[in-house]
C-alpha cells in the first residue's frame, strides 16, 4: 500500500530555514512526479513545488521562488523541500503528494497519493 510520510516541520522565526522530507514506500516511486502543497487555515490547498520522476525538473509557485528548493533521492525514496527565508506567510500544513506519471503538474487534483501532512508555523 502507497504511504508518503512527512516529517521536518516546527516552530521557525522569520528569515529562518527548515528542512522538510517525504518518506515514500508501497510503490515504485522513482517513476512518480512528486510535488509538496500547502494549506492555511480557511485557504484552499495550494501548489508550492513539483518535480518529475527523475529530478531534471522543477516547478514552483511564484510566493516561494528563490527561497524553497525541491530535490528527491530515489535510491532513498525520499522528497525533499529546503525552504530558507522562511515568512509568517508561509505558515501551513505542509502535504507531500505523488502522481503515477513521470511529468509533474502543478494542480493538487492530479495527485492521488497524499501524506497527512507536517505543520510549519512561522513566527514574526
Known amino acids: 500500500q502507497a504511504q508518503l510520510v512527512e516529517s521536518g516541520g516546527g516552530l521557525v522565526q522569520a528569515g529562518g530555514s527548515l528542512r522538510l522530507s517525504c518518506a515514500a514506500s508501497?510503490?515504485?516511486?522513482?517513476?512518480?512526479?512528486m510535488g509538496w502543497f500547502r494549506q492555511a487555515p480557511g485557504k484552499e490547498r495550494e501548489f508550492v513545488a513539483v518535480?518529475?520522476?527523475?529530478?531534471?525538473?522543477?516547478s514552483y509557485s511564484d510566493s516561494v521562488k528563490g527561497r524553497f528548493t525541491i530535490s528527491r533521492d530515489n535510491a532513498q525514496n525520499i522528497l525533499y523541500l529546503q525552504m530558507n527565508s522562511l515568512q509568517p506567510g508561509d505558515t501551513a500544513v505542509y502535504y507531500c503528494?505523488?502522481?503515477?506519471?513521470?511529468?509533474?503538474?502543478?494542480?493538487?487534483?492530479?495527485?492521488?497519493?497524499w501524506g497527512r501532512g507536517t505543520q510549519v508555523t512561522v513566527s514574526s
Open positions: 503528494a505523488a502522481r503515477p506519471v513521470t511529468t509533474a503538474v502543478t494542480s493538487p487534483a492530479l495527485y492521488n497519493y
Open positions: 508501497g510503490r515504485t516511486f522513482s517513476h512518480y512526479a
Open positions: 518535480i518529475n520522476y527523475i529530478g531534471s525538473s522543477s
